[in-house]
């Protein structure tokens, strides 16, 4: 038995929750990529300690948490990162928003389709020409279309990467992520590679690999972007960071930033520390039980006619297709029978809908029985 309590049921409608205050009280959200679990104790320790201080003015980042995050790139990853090439980030979102102004205006930016939303919102946002490429059917699983990518990826150009992939779950291999740096590294354009979900892999025998450790000669080429608010259930702190080996490159990117983002919050920096530091049983114990979860919906999935769907390998996403339902509009029907899911529709990939199973069991098992009703 572990000794944190995922099966604890928290209200949030009262604390002003995207996630749960988008619907009426009779819907259960299993859509934005936020977790219903209280974050780690060493977390909350650490965000009181500093609360006590009572200060909240600008602040740097203190050099112990650079130092944190590099053992845990390094232990967790195998990528053996220096302190100089990190960015901080009060979000990832904007930090994808301002690669796009890395290349020219007009220049194609790339993308796998389906993909989280701004992916595709931010070479439009940002005045640069979307190039999306569907992944494709490989060995009974959703592959890079590497064909496609060769001939679109140009020195001009930018691709926007998921691994672990957002909304299909997939954790990219290492043999996969070597042909990808091949092409990459031929043509010669740059590559975001955002790994926000790298501490979320599920299944037995795989590990997360960031495409920049496979491939160092990529250096001049690639941003990395981690998070630790999926993982710890810290979005709502804001604070991610950049990893960019290439001087030249970390200032461009620092110069898209500067005067756009502000400092990141002062109450992060302490919260984001405990958890790497403090936070690997709680994480080992979530891992468990998001894996227990995971394998729930795929049996109630399983028996549901015209659902077709993969056990995602990585992320707390169930990603699925309702095409073969019959209905047509499939997540406004599920929100009338009382859940609420993301749309495929937003991902580039009407017909389908994302579940979000990061919630304590009891929520869970409702969700689907409603979504079984649902579709009987
Ligand atoms: C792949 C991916 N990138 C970026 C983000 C944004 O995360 P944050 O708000 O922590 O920057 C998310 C959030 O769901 C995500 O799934």
Redesign the pocket.
């Known amino acids: 038995m572990s000794e944190y309590d995922f099966d604890r049921v928290i209200e949030r409608r009262d604390a002003g929750s995207v996630k749960w205050n988008r619907y009426p009280s009779g819907v259960l959200p299993l859509w934005?990529?936020d977790m219903d679990f209280a974050a780690p104790p060493a977390v909350t320790r650490a965000l009181q300690r500093r609360v006590a201080h009572g200060i909240y003015g600008y602040r740097f980042a203190p050099d112990s948490l650079a130092e944190a995050v590099l053992d845990h790139v390094r232990d967790r990853y195998g990528w053996a990162i220096e302190a100089d090439w990190l960015v901080w980030l009060p979000?990832?979102?904007p930090a994808i928003h301002a690669a796009c102004r890395l290349v020219e205006p007009g220049a194609p930016v790339l993308s796998t389709t389906p993909i989280?939303p701004?992916f595709l919102d931010a070479p439009r946002n940002m005045g640069r020409a979307l190039v999306k490429l569907p992944l494709i059917r490989g060995g009974g699983q959703d592959v890079l279309d590497l064909d496609r990518f060769e001939k679109t990826f140009t020195p001009q150009s930018l691709f926007l990467f998921?691994n672990p992939h957002?909304p299909t779950g997939r954790v990219f291999s290492e043999a996969e992520l070597t042909d990808l740096a091949e092409c990459a590294l031929v043509g010669g354009g740059l590559i975001v590679s955002?790994e926000?979900?790298a501490d979320l892999v599920l299944e037995p025998g795989l590990r997360h690999r960031p495409l920049a450790a496979i491939a160092p000669e990529l250096a001049k080429q690639i941003i990395t972007?981690f998070?630790p608010?999926?993982t710890f259930n810290i979005?709502g702190l804001g604070l991610?960071y950049a990893v960019i080996p290439d001087a030249a490159l970390r200032r461009r990117l620092e110069a898209a930033i500067a005067g756009i983002l502000p400092y990141v919050n002062v109450l992060a920096y302490d919260a984001v520390e405990a958890a790497y530091r403090e936070g690997r049983d709680w994480h080992a114990a979530l891992i468990e039980y998001l894996r227990d979860n995971r394998d729930r919906v795929t049996d109630v999935l399983g028996e549901l006619p015209g659902v077709k769907a993969k056990p995602p390998e990585g992320t707390y996403l169930y990603w699925m297709n309702l095409r073969g339902t019959g209905i047509e509009n499939p997540v406004q029907h599920l929100e009338q029978q009382g859940v609420g899911l993301s749309d495929g529709a937003a991902f580039g990939a009407p017909g389908f809908a994302r579940l979000n199973f990061a919630c304590p069991r009891a929520t869970l098992n409702e969700a689907l029985q409603r979504i079984a009703a649902g579709f009987a």
């Open positions: 934005v990529a979000g990832t979102v989280y701004p998921c957002n955002d926000l979900h972007l998070a608010s999926k979005a991610g």
